[in-house]
Nanobody, 127 residues
Framework: QLQLAESGGGLVQSGESLRLSCTAS????????VTWFRQAPGKEREGVSC??????????KNADSVKGRFTVSRDNAKTTVYLQMNSLKPEDIGLYFC??????????????????WGQGTQVTVSS
């Protein structure tokens, strides 16, 4: 059974960068779309970025709020998905989760369409 673990969160200043990792255990990410979500205090969970390797291509999807700043990628062993976050802003503060949905389905930023979640890693940005 696929299990997920996030790492890489921390406290940075506005404009700095962080790279988050989502590591799979029990299986690889082969065939799965993997999505990063975040949740700020008092706010709903928001989809940030998704990646899926489909046949010989890579599908990605990003929220408008992070386009041009965040990049999602996957290692060749298909056991880790990364979220490179540049030019961080205070509004990027939140608990960041990775999640998957049923194997074979395309990318989605809707949290209700995901059924396997990690525990999250905290990102804090000081202004």
């Amino acid at each position: 059974q696929l299990q997920l673990a996030e790492s890489g969160g921390g406290l940075v200043q506005s404009g700095e960068s962080l790279r988050l990792s989502c590591t799979a255990s029990g299986s690889t990410f082969l065939g799965y779309a993997v999505t990063w979500f975040r949740q700020a205090p008092g706010k709903e969970r928001e989809g940030v970025s998704c990646i899926r390797n489909f046949r010989n291509s890579v599908e990605t999807k990003n929220a408008d709020s992070v386009k041009g700043r965040f990049t999602v990628s996957r290692d060749n062993a298909k056991t880790t998905v990364y979220l490179q976050m540049n030019s961080l802003k205070p509004e990027d503060i939140g608990l960041y989760f990775c999640a998957t949905r049923s194997r074979g389905l395309p990318c989605s930023l809707n949290p209700d369409e995901h059924d396997t979640w990690g525990q999250g890693t905290q990102v804090t940005v000081s202004s």
